[in-house]
């Protein structure tokens, strides 16, 4: 038996992901900034469906690569793509009865390109 569940089906989901390191810029003028930015990774998702909350807690390594292209003294633009892999996970289930805990290794890449543009105040 096979149940599927989309995002419509649970009271609540929340989650976030953090890259932590430092910044490298490798090319930089007066108008324009190419970083690179390697750490750690760290993911954290919590759903929450009928009396059930389940919570992960991934670890892994990322890198963002940004582009930024001043336009004028107050604009700018952004470009980037942040990589992700995360190789361990810890997760708790939680019911009105009983708690349960599990940790081990795990396989999650997550790539998000981002664009945006800046305001400089």
């Known amino acids: 038996m096979s149940v599927t569940k989309d995002r419509g089906d649970y009271d609540s989901l929340f989650g976030f992901s953090v890259l932590i390191g430092p910044s490298f810029s ?6 324009t900034v190419f970083a690179l930015s390697p750490g750690f990774h760290y993911t954290f998702l919590t759903a929450d469906l009928d009396s059930t909350v389940t919570s992960g807690n991934l670890f892994g390594v990322g890198a963002n690569l940004e582009l930024g292209y001043k336009l004028t003294d107050l604009i700018y633009l952004r470009a980037a793509l942040e990589a992700s892999y995360d190789f361990f996970g810890i997760t ?6 009983r708690n349960s805990f599990g940790s081990g290794s795990t396989s ?14």
């Open 26 to 31: 490798f090319f930089r003028t007066e108008k």
């Open 92 to 97: 708790r289930t939680s019911t009105h009865s």
């Open 108 to 121: 999650n890449l997550q790539i998000s390109p981002k664009v945006g543009i800046g305001f400089n105040f």
